[in-house]
């Protein structure tokens, strides 16, 4: 016969202390990002409209209504497009590489700390390195692939720490019985590791994104400022979204700073479907899902 034991009330009274504490953090976590999202939401709705998504801002003064933030749409998609390239790529098989080959070895603890500095780097830096290197020294135009070489610098660290912390998920057992089946190692990290960590790591890639689509020290110094639709990111200067939204917000006039505000909604609304985007695609992509 089992005996049922009750909880003192010291025990209980700790219990809720406890969870009450957990509620308010999660409150006070919670009450900042959901007033951002109201200001911009309510500021952003007065200029969010279909001419403000579609039209660029040649020709539209300072004081002038009208105009929009298509050709800052266009630029940061491309720019985010070849950061992605470049960062994504390097970013997942230096993660391979620490968590399959660089285990307890020296070049495997030289990059994990370089990734480590390279994670803590201000945005700045990244700009004045392009900056420095790319434009002054090669002579290259300010661009956006100019500001996609920055913004690249910012995501490898966050592509390489997710990455690295969801192939460190995979069980052992996945890998040992493709081995035992006479599978070669480069082909178990394709065709079982990286499937079955393909969920995490594209939220990784994601995150890596949104850390950068609202960067706007890069920009200044590598894309420039421009009114027009520029489509060819290696070529000229190039408009993207948080430059607009700054150029729009130091103007002052209030239908400058409604622009600045419908940009910061679309911002926001591009990161939200990016990231949408990426959960529907691993959960496509998932193992669980195809048995």
Do not use: C
Not at 75 to 96: D, N, W, Y
Not at 141 to 153: D, E, R, Y
Not at 225 to 248: E, K
Not at 254 to 277: F, S, Y
């Amino acid at each position: 016969m089992t005996t049922i034991q009750r909880v003192s009330p010291g025990r209980r009274f700790k219990d809720r202390l406890v969870q009450s504490l957990v509620y308010l953090s999660f409150a006070i976590a919670v009450v900042p990002l959901v007033s951002v999202l109201w200001m911009v939401i309510k500021n952003g709705l007065a200029r969010f409209d279909l001419e403000f998504l579609t039209h660029s801002m040649r020709n539209i003064g300072a004081r002038d209504a009208g105009g929009g933030a298509y050709h800052a749409i266009v630029g940061t998609l491309e720019q985010v497009l070849l950061a992605s390239l470049i960062s994504v790529p390097i970013g997942l098989l230096t993660a391979i590489y620490l968590v399959e080959y660089g285990q307890g070895g020296r070049l495997g603890r030289a990059i994990s700390f370089f990734v480590d500095v390279m994670t803590g780097i201000p945005s700045v830096v990244s700009g004045l390195f392009i900056l420095a290197f790319w434009i002054l020294v090669l002579g290259m135009p300010f661009s956006g692939f100019a500001g996609a070489l920055a913004l690249s610098i910012l995501m490898m660290p966050t592509v390489v720490r997710s990455a690295e912390e969801m192939l460190r998920l995979v069980p052992n057992d996945l890998r040992e019985a493709s081995y035992a089946l006479g599978v070669p190692k480069w082909r178990t990290i394709t065709k079982v590791v990286l499937p079955t960590a393909f969920a995490g790591i594209a939220t990784g890639v994601m995150l890596a994104i949104a850390r950068v689509a609202g960067e706007t020290a890069p920009l200044l110094l590598t894309v420039f400022f421009t009114d027009s639709i520029n489509t060819d990111p290696f070529n000229g200067p190039q408009m993207g979204l948080p430059l607009y939204v700054f150029d729009q917000a130091v103007r002052p006039t209030d239908t400058a700073v409604d622009r600045a505000w419908a940009g910061a909604l679309t911002l926001i609304l591009i990161v939200m479907l990016l990231n949408l985007a990426a959960r529907l695609i691993g959960r496509w992509r998932s193992p669980a899902r195809d048995r």
